[in-house]
């Protein structure tokens, strides 16, 4: 996930690089789930187009990785406890995150309303940034996660379950859903790779100035 430390340049751009690609890779699931509730409406160009989309963030965070390896680390031991203690907190929700998933699909179908599943998910995702934003320092969570949670109710309020569209009967709840997921999540993608961006541009800046003067 992406922290915005100064004091170890490369470590810094790898964290924001790896919520580059969190938010790719999750950010095309929810996608793919918006696909599935069409049934079949708009397939395959929708597929193809978000297919594209996942890799075209996943490539940006790439990008950062490779520009990491320019940059000097200073770790202290300090950045190391740090670190590993951000490691397992996160590690902690993460596994909390995916443990509600879990409860909320059995329960949902065993009462027989599995059409609420992805919204009660994507509920479930927005409150698991709350957390990690300030685990990570990162103020743009609280956004995201605020939106996932609004995205969900606002669903359930005043989006139908299913809505016909010529001879496909969509499930709203999942498109809805699905593809708005997809836009918060990878809007955050794209906002932590010019974070990361911005982040090289004034490293290298430094690093050029610390030449000039010698």
Known sequence: MAQTSSTIPGAAVRDTASGVFFMAFFGTLWAYTGVMGLHGWGVPL????????????????????????????????????????????????????????VITITVCNATRHSELIPLIIAIIVGVHFLPLAHLFQV?????????????????????????????YQI??????????????????????????????????????????QR
């Open 139 to 167: 103020r743009l969570y609280y956004f995201t996660g605020t939106l996932l949670c609004l995205l969900a109710i606002i669903t359930l309020l005043f989006v139908p379950e299913k809505v016909t569209l010529g001879e």
């Open 171 to 212: 499930n709203a709840f999942m498109s809805v859903v699905g593809f708005g997921s997809a836009l918060i999540l990878w809007g955050t993608g794209l906002a932590i790779f010019l974070l990361g961006k911005r982040l090289l541009g004034v490293v290298q800046n430094k690093q050029t100035d610390s030449l000039n």
């Open 46 to 101: 929708l597929l193809v187009a978000v297919v594209i989309i996942g890799i075209a963030l996943f490539f940006g965070g790439v990008l950062l990785i490779r520009a990491s390896r320019e940059l000097k680390n200073q770790v202290s031991k300090a950045d190391l406890k740090r670190g590993k203690s951000r490691r397992f907190w996160f590690n902690i929700i993460f596994a909390a995150e995916g443990l509600a998933i």
